[in-house]
């Protein structure tokens, strides 16, 4: 396929960005477009170089011929609707995260896969926070054994509230999912990558503390959880954590993701692209310890960037990575390296801390997913 054809279901802010990553990457072409607001139509026709079919609708966009795969990047209660049109096609599928909002859909869009015709396309997750230059040399490093087994991951985002949304959908938990899948979904989704098993149990405490307590939109108060740590178990007794806070917007590196393993630890700092890399001196001897901590001794320290990247983008070139990624596989006709089951495993996970913080306890993830899932 020497040119792909893209179809973006969604203008927003998401969309656009998906938008310039496609020109930019080249050997793309964005042949339509779908969004019932027009002023989202008519911000994302504006960065077209050769003008789309302009559709208000997903379904006339699938059904046109114009394109060989779609984005979909609406609001995250409607991709269950949209993957229920797109998954009847033939088409390459790149879907937003969160894949949905409640478990029962993500079953649903399961069977649906499995039921595409024989030569249908791939469907991918867009799950590319993997993607962003110092955290995807962390894995490598990590999955290499530069800090021998893994013991504990970490990740602190501190960061600015939500941004204004179309119709502000997404001010409530109905229409995101609760900000643990909404807005951390990547982060349980890395958890599990860089741990390479599946999480056990959750247990979590947050709430809605400062952002948005006064806002009400036709009639109902805005419910949106704003801060949070979130504590994550695993099979073989390895433990992930996340910190999490949406007031925290005079920070210097808003993400910050740790890798701790016997033998050393791995750091990843963004925006500034740094990583941090140390080893034990005497891992093995019987008092472990070496240099003393918070000395910074034997500790290398790099920034990490790729120079292919054409278009860096609010990801840090992620989405860029990601997307020369998805359409290598279209091409060469492999599986999505982020399947619609890893999708739904991370909101899972999200789905499970609000259930721990809602209940106070421990919430195991089969009470969340299906088995085998």
């Known amino acids: 396929m020497d040119k792909i054809r893209y179809g973006i279901i969604g203008c927003g802010s998401m969309g656009r960005e998906h938008i310039e990553n496609l020109f930019a990457m080249g050997n793309s072409q964005v042949t339509a477009i779908a969004d019932p607001h027009a002023a989202s139509r008519d911000a994302a026709l504006a960065l077209c170089r050769e003008p789309p079919q302009v559709f208000e609708h997903h379904e006339p966009l699938l059904q046109s011929g114009l394109c060989d795969a779609v984005v979909i990047a609406t609001p995250n209660h409607t991709h269950i609707e949209m993957l229920r049109s797109a998954l009847a096609t033939k088409l390459h599928i790149l879907v937003e995260k969160p894949l949905v909002t409640r478990i029962e859909d993500g079953v649903e869009l399961l069977s649906l896969q499995r039921a595409r015709p024989a030569g249908a396309g791939i469907v991918w997750v867009a799950q590319e926070y993997r993607y962003m230059p110092p955290v995807a040399e962390m894995i490598r490093i990590a999955h290499a054994g530069g800090v021998g087994r893994i013991q ?20 409530f938990s109905a229409n995101t999912g609760g900000t643990l899948v909404e807005k951390c979904c990547h982060y349980f989704n890395l958890m599990d990558l860089i741990l390479r098993e599946q999480p056990l149990r959750v247990f979590a405490s947050g709430g809605q ?8 939109y036709a009639g109902q108060r805005s ?21 999490l806070c949406m007031f925290a917007e005079n920070t210097v590196d808003n993400e910050h993701i740790t890798v701790v393993g016997d033998e050393g630890k791995l750091e990843s700092l963004l925006p500034s692209l740094t990583l941090r890399h140390g080893r034990r001196e005497d891992w093995g001897s019987r008092q472990a310890w070496g240099q003393p901590s918070g000395t910074g001794k034997g500790v290398n320290v790099r920034r990490v960037w790729d120079t292919n990247i054409k278009y860096a983008g609010h990801h840090f070139g992620a989405s860029y990575i990601e997307h020369q990624r998805f359409a290598a596989a279209i091409r060469a006709g492999q599986p999505p390296e982020i399947a619609l089951e890893e999708g739904l495993r991370a909101v899972a996970t999200g789905l499970a801390a609000h259930k721990s913080i809602d209940e106070g306890r421990v919430v195991a993830l089969a009470e969340v997913l299906p088995a085998g899932l």
């Open 152 to 171: 504990q991951v970490g990740i602190r985002e501190h960061r600015e509230p939500f941004y204004p949304k179309v119709d502000d959908w997404n001010r």
């Open 209 to 216: 503390r400062v952002n948005h307590l006064d806002e009400v």
């Open 223 to 243: 419910d949106i959880l704003d801060s949070a740590y979130v504590v994550v178990e695993y099979p073989s007794g390895a433990r992930a954590m996340l910190d």
